[in-house]
């Protein structure tokens, strides 16, 4: 609403500006026809931003005729305020005509009505410097305005891959794990359902707490999704990392859990934590069961360390799951990147496989 009060303020003073010229002794013409000139010259500029091109086109005859009558004593200031909205508003196959345009017609008519060259050239010279001022200055808002509006697209690119990302991961975490120790179970219950009834009826019951639980954790993160809360809102109660340890048991591999200092962990390096351990307990599900796994995990008051340590794929007596996308790894790294932290994993020099995170943080966080 400001820069329409500041045109209207504009157009106000350049009209009675021109309408004072009206009356000048100069002026040999019809009082009339040197109003409706002011008229034309001046109202238009409250309505530049609405229509530019139109009015620079209105402005741009007015003030040629004005100045053919010897009514336009000043440097075309209306044609300036007019070419200056062409310039920012309209592209380049418009505005460079309009900007040869208004240079064009000052060089023809101001020599026309000066009695002097020299003051001729001179009132010339300090048109083109009006003129080519503002069309440049238009031209320099238009292209950073065009930069901003494409750095704000990118940002909401990079902010819907950054979304889509976290959702990925998310499901990843929680289906991987579930699928991990249900396929277990499911292989074990299928292996012994004719020999051993009773284990296999302890594998379906794994199987439905599992399956279960995976569902529920799915639902909350989809409503997460849907209320457009931050996804620290995800992050496990205290005994999450219990619970995944009690998991890894049910699926035959031994797990050692040591945690210190969690429970005054924010909750984003909660669910970081979480989600760490439980991508490496699945790995173990699937790519060393049975074997003897330590996770460990310390926070003080600056960082939280975890480890998550097996000692190499055990006898197995069912078939091997298949070679794994390498996801897990990958989405580990991004979370702990998210806080600046650091992540190695690797095969152990005495075999089997190693996973350590260290994230940074604040207490008040």
């Not at 009006?130 to 697209?153: P, S, Y």
């Not at 940002?155 to 889509?164: G, K, S, V």
């Not at 019951?205 to 809102?233: H, K, N, P, Y």
Request: with cysteine.
């Amino acid at each position: 609403m400001h820069l329409w009060l500041v045109d209207a303020a504009a157009a106000g003073v350049i009209t009675v500006m021109h309408t004072i010229m009206v009356f000048d002794h100069d002026y040999g013409g019809p009082k009339w026809f040197g109003v409706l000139l002011a008229l034309a010259i001046g109202p238009p500029i409250a309505v530049r931003r609405r229509w530019p091109l139109p009015v620079w086109t209105v402005v741009l005859v007015a003030s040629a005729v004005a100045t053919a009558v010897h009514l336009m004593l000043e440097p075309y200031s209306a044609l300036a305020f007019a070419l200056y909205l062409v310039a920012l508003a309209t592209p380049a196959n418009r505005a460079v005509p309009a900007l040869a345009l208004s240079l064009a017609v000052p060089l023809v008519t101001l020599p026309l009505v000066e009695s002097s060259l020299t003051d001729a050239i001179g009132l010339v010279v300090v048109v083109w410097l009006v003129q080519g001022a503002v069309w440049t200055a238009g031209v320099a808002l238009r292209k950073q305005r065009a930069g901003l509006a494409r750095e704000r697209d990118r940002q909401a690119q990079q902010a819907l891959a950054d979304e889509r990302l976290r959702i990925a991961r998310e499901l990843h975490d929680i289906v991987a794990h579930s699928m991990s120790v249900i396929s277990v179970k499911a292989a074990v219950a299928n292996h012994v359902a004719e020999t051993h009834p009773d284990e296999a009826r302890a594998a379906l019951a794994v199987i439905e707490q599992t399956s279960r639980q995976a569902l529920t954790e799915l639902r909350t993160m989809l409503g997460v999704l849907r209320s457009s809360v931050d996804d620290a809102s995800l992050a496990p109660s205290v005994g999450g990392l219990a619970a995944l340890a009690e998991q890894a048991r049910l699926a035959g591999v031994r797990v050692d859990l040591t945690e210190s200092g969690t429970q005054a962990l924010p909750e984003g390096i909660m669910l970081a934590v979480h989600r760490i351990v439980q991508e490496s307990l699945t790995n173990v599900v699937r790519h060393a069961a049975p074997a003897h796994c330590t996770v460990r995990v310390d926070a003080d008051a600056k960082h939280v360390l975890v480890e998550v340590l097996d000692d190499g794929p055990g006898t197995r007596t069912l078939p091997r799951p298949g070679p794994g996308t390498g996801h897990g790894l990958i989405g580990m790294r991004e979370r702990v990147a998210l806080y600046d932290g650091t992540f190695e994993a690797g095969p152990r020099p005495g075999g089997g496989f190693a996973v350590r995170a260290a994230l940074p943080y604040r207490e008040d966080a």
